[in-house]
């Protein structure tokens, strides 16, 4: 198995020819090069950098796959306090190597298609795509962590034990309860 390595992920490879040799690629992609995605976080600190591992190969079918792992660190936004909240995004994924979207359908369940020419891959595009899916959709500090702790806890009770327990007999229908059993 080859393995090549760089400072920063290259751009655009072959990834036919990285999977017909076991290739390994492993690099950085700085975080601000990729748009759709700095438009989606809250900010990204000067010089973060997204870590990619991409293992190149095929399955005992001849498809080709690529195998990553992803990481990279972020502000999101908080949705309680709207405040900048740290996050390290981490994603593993596999994708089907296809040039088609007749070859797309082809594929297993396991598998997600990952379109390209028929010579050349954008990894960077890739990677972008798969981050934007790791997105949390709300995300939240933890509630001891968030600046808005003190207004939550005026909308949002800690149920601790110094709460009175309702009884069975403040449920409203209780009522409809107690007329059910006195018919009969």
């Not at 400072?7 to 655009?12: H, R, S, V």
């Not at 709300?138 to 009770?157: I, V």
Request: net charge negative; glycine share 4%.
């Amino acid at each position: 198995m080859s393995k090549a390595s760089s400072a920063e992920l290259p751009k655009t490879v072959d990834p036919y020819r990285l999977a017909e040799q076991n290739t390994v690629l492993e690099g950085e992609i700085p975080l601000q090069a990729l748009s759709r995605f700095v438009d989606s976080v809250y900010g990204i600190e000067d010089g973060a950098v997204c870590r990619v591992k991409l293992s190149f190969s095929m399955d005992s079918e001849r498809r080709r796959m690529v195998a990553g792992e992803l990481e990279a660190p972020v502000l999101l936004e908080c949705q309680r306090c709207m405040g900048p909240m740290p996050k390290t995004l981490v994603s593993s994924f596999t994708l089907g190597l296809v040039t088609s979207d007749k070859q797309a359908q082809q594929l297993p369940r396991e598998l997600e298609p990952f379109l390209t020419d028929d010579f050349s891959a954008n990894l960077w595009s890739m990677t972008e795509d798969e981050l934007l899916l790791v997105l949390p959709p709300f995300p939240l500090h933890e509630r001891d962590e968030c600046p808005a702790r003190e207004e939550l806890e005026a909308f949002e009770p800690d149920h601790s034990d110094d709460e009175p327990v309702k009884k069975p007999e403040d449920n409203p229908f209780s009522v409809l309860a107690d007329l059910k059993t006195k018919k009969h």
